[in-house]
């Protein structure tokens, strides 16, 4: 009689075969879903999603892949525990350093434009303009551009994954056991820094989830922005939102994500606060401590469009005659102030909240390519970034909108 797998083993299997579905992995892109090793590492894996051919590991069903070729790493736990997700940060911070070593080790530089999808985030999370060059980059305060460069790294690294079917009975316990493990391991050889934490961390029906918008991300408040945030349930939708995302980024193609019109309701776990002493720049971790009383959610919250107010569509038309960007002058002020009867600095932070504009001295401009307007009777509106999304909500409502679509040129 074969001996029969470990339940480790057994889970490992249940998840690679739960990641290579037809529906979660597209065909003709090569991609696979192994376990075995990544090149400059001594550490087995669980379970990789890969493109194209590895090198098979001696006898073994096990194969090795260089580092560019792998899109994320699965740590598999049957029950994890403060030991296990401590363990599993630090196996996968390794996956985080190799990709960077083999990414950033060099001193070619890339075109502008390959940054700018990690500038548009950085606008969306602070409402500020990003830069428009690499001059411009280098000038930005050091917490800003040092910002701008986490979000760059975090479209190319691998998505990393601690995935444990059961373990923590709480979320607010999964929580806790994460900001300690942050705070034992602090310092430049912490493994627990926000570039190398985990993409996401699951423990049945709790997650925490980090917030580097690829594709998860929430608006920072003051002076800090919220780097990671927890859901309960819907673990396997977040995943598959994470796998999506990588793979549309990595093999270059459009994954059919839809208008879903729910969104997830995520709780902020941690913000993160620039702090710089002489010439060294850190982080500090500004956590958000709940009681499990008030986690207690529904796993999702239905979308809607931002409102926007009559004197802030005068600000979108602006923006949108200038080509997605227009320059707030005294007479603009003072139009709004006699037309509308509010500032103009209220219509910009109202606009600004929406998520979709962002400013910097008198220059006001959207952060996405296109930003599409319901523009309503009464001279309000709504915006959003997803045409099909916002048709389906307005018709929803019963609302007969013009849709008006700004380009950022």
């Given at each position: ?24 992995l ?92 990690a ?13 428009d060059?690499?001059?411009?980059l280098d ?38 056991s ?33 917030c ?46 839809g208008?879903?019109?729910e ?43 931002a409102?926007?107010?009559?004197a ?19 007479s603009?002020?003072?139009?709004i102030?006699e ?53 389906k ?11 008006i679509a700004?380009?950022?040129?």
């Open positions: 009689m074969n001996h029969m797998p470990t339940l480790g083993k057994a889970y490992e299997a249940i998840t690679m075969a739960a990641v290579d579905k037809e529906f979660v597209p065909p003709g892109l090569d991609l696979r879903v192994v376990s075995g090793f990544i090149e400059g590492s001594d550490n087995q894996f669980d379970c990789m999603l890969v493109q194209g051919d590895g090198q098979r590991y001696g006898l073994t069903t096990e194969y090795r892949y260089p580092i560019e070729k792998v899109l994320c790493v699965i740590e598999v736990k049957k029950t994890l525990t403060k030991a296990d997700l401590t363990d599993a940060i630090n196996q996968l911070a390794e996956v985080q350093k190799l990709h960077l070593q083999a990414t950033y080790g060099t001193k070619a530089e890339k075109p502008f434009s390959s940054v700018r999808s500038i548009r985030s950085y606008e969306r999370i602070t409402g500020k303009i990003g830069p060059s690499y001059r411009a000038e930005m305060p050091l917490q800003e551009k040092t910002l701008i460069g986490f979000l760059e790294r975090q479209r190319h690294v691998p998505v990393t994954v601690v995935l444990g079917y059961d373990g923590f009975k709480t979320e607010a316990g999964l929580r806790r994460l900001l300690k493990i942050m705070d034992g391991t602090v310092g430049k050889q912490s493994n627990a820094s926000i570039d190398l934490l985990p993409t996401l961390v699951t423990s049945g029906d709790f997650n925490i989830v980090k580097n918008a690829q594709p998860y991300m929430v608006h920072r408040s003051a002076d800090s922005w919220v780097a990671a945030a927890s859901t309960r349930h819907n673990a396997a939708l977040i995943l598959l939102e994470l796998l999506w995302t990588k793979i549309s980024f990595f093999c270059n193609i459009r994954m059919p994500f208008d879903d019109m969104s997830e309701n995520l709780k902020e776990l941690f913000a993160l606060q620039a702090t710089i002493h002489g010439d060294t720049f850190g982080w500090i971790v500004i956590p958000f401590e709940h009681p499990e009383s008030k986690l207690s959610r529904a796993q999702s919250i239905p979308w809607q469009p409102r926007v107010s009559p802030a569509m005068s600000l979108v038309n602006q923006v949108a005659f200038g080509g997605g960007e227009t320059t707030l002058s005294e603009l002020a003072d139009y102030k037309t509308h009867g509010v500032s103009m600095d209220e219509a910009v932070l109202e606009l600004i909240q929406s998520d979709g504009f962002a400013k910097s001295g008198n220059r006001l401009k959207g952060t996405s390519p296109t930003t599409f307007v319901a523009s309503l009777d009464d001279d309000s509106g709504y915006l959003a970034i997803n045409r099909d999304q916002l048709e909500w307005c018709a929803a409502q019963g609302l007969e909108p013009t849709i700004i380009f950022n040129l």
